[in-house]
């Protein structure tokens, strides 16, 4: 006769192959949690500028997972210029940054040993201006004879003016510069302390406008509009990205595509992540600055036809005549100095639309 079963000890097996298998369970499931961290690349990116609207198409990319779903974990800083995202590239603090591609090249001659390059442009017309007010009776650049211009000694426009005064027969000591810190810069056009700025379009028209100053009151001079070809904002990325991690490189460059794209067709989504971001932005403000950039900066025809991050070479050595001249570089370099395209998604990777 067989032994009979104590149901009391039955429970307490029971109970104890149950407490084994959800241990077990636990224990795959935080394996498996560590190996999706492990497969997560930590990339630093950081931005030229300020989280403004230009900036929300990264932010969007963030929030909905266009980076993580590509392996990456991305951490995006705000910046305070173009120099200074170079930098923190060049020193190898920043994985990638966005920056204006004409101050990479000023940056590279300066220091020929942290040479960097662009490996995607984002803005295929760049956003360099003049602003007078119209009161102020300019209509035509010869009229800045005599005129005292201002901008932040750092400010892109300001730097390149060597180039736009060559490109309408100006010579340098035609004007005179006045010098501030950048919330300085529009104050000082509307008080009459200086006859013009210089600024990105995007910037000086919206803080202008917050100065009570309309499109309708103002003269803008767009360095495009007068020969000059430059193209704007890139991304660079450091030496050991590039020579190390060149899948993760264009997997990034592939969610920025993706974020630009959602923002262009719904900028509004874009600047409800952007202020999830940064709660003291002004979304209505930010929202028309994305959309200008949108429209002046990224989406031409170009980049319509094409799709995002390419240049063309023509446009690219006369860009570097142009930069070369404004910040006295003797010895130019080619465009494969200063851009590369082994990193560039494939072509419907780039699409806008």
Known sequence: MGRQKDPKQEASLMVRLKARLLGATVGIAVALGAQSAMAQMAIKFTLDWKFEGPA????????KGYFSDE????????????VGSITRVASGAYDVGFADIN???????SNPDRAMKSVFMVYDRPPFSLFMLKKSGITKP????????????????????????????????????????????????????????TGHYFTSILNLQAQGISKDDLTVFKYFDY????????????????ENHPEELRAFLRAVVKGWRDA??????????????????????????LQMTIDDN??????????????????????????????GI?????????FTDIFMPGDKDRMLK
């Open 142 to 197: 010869e009229d800045l004879i005599g005129k005292t211009l201002g901008a932040p000694v750092f400010d892109a426009s300001r730097k390149l003016f060597p180039a736009f005064a060559q490109a309408t027969g100006l010579k340098l000591d035609d004007v005179k510069w006045e010098s501030m810190d950048p919330p300085l810069r529009e104050p000082m056009l509307v008080r009459g302390d200086v006859d013009a700025i």
């Open 103 to 109: 101050s990479m090249l000023e940056f590279n001659a």
């Open 56 to 63: 929300a198409p990264y932010v969007l990319a963030k929030k």
């Open 264 to 289: 262009i067709a719904n900028p509004e989504e874009a600047i409800a992540a952007l202020k999830d971001t940064d709660p003291l932005i002004d979304p209505a403000l930010e929202l028309q600055r």
């Open 330 to 338: 003797e010895n130019k370099p080619t465009v494969a100095d200063i």
């Open 298 to 327: 990224v989406v031409t025809e170009v980049t319509l036809k094409e799709g995002m991050g390419q240049i063309k070479t023509d446009r690219m050595n006369k860009a570097i005549d142009q930069v070369s001249l404004a910040f």
């Open 227 to 242: 020969g000059m070809d430059f193209y704007g904002n890139a991304m660079i990325a450091s030496p050991d990205m590039m």
């Open 71 to 82: 392996g990456l974990d991305v951490t995006i800083d705000s910046g305070n210029g173009s």
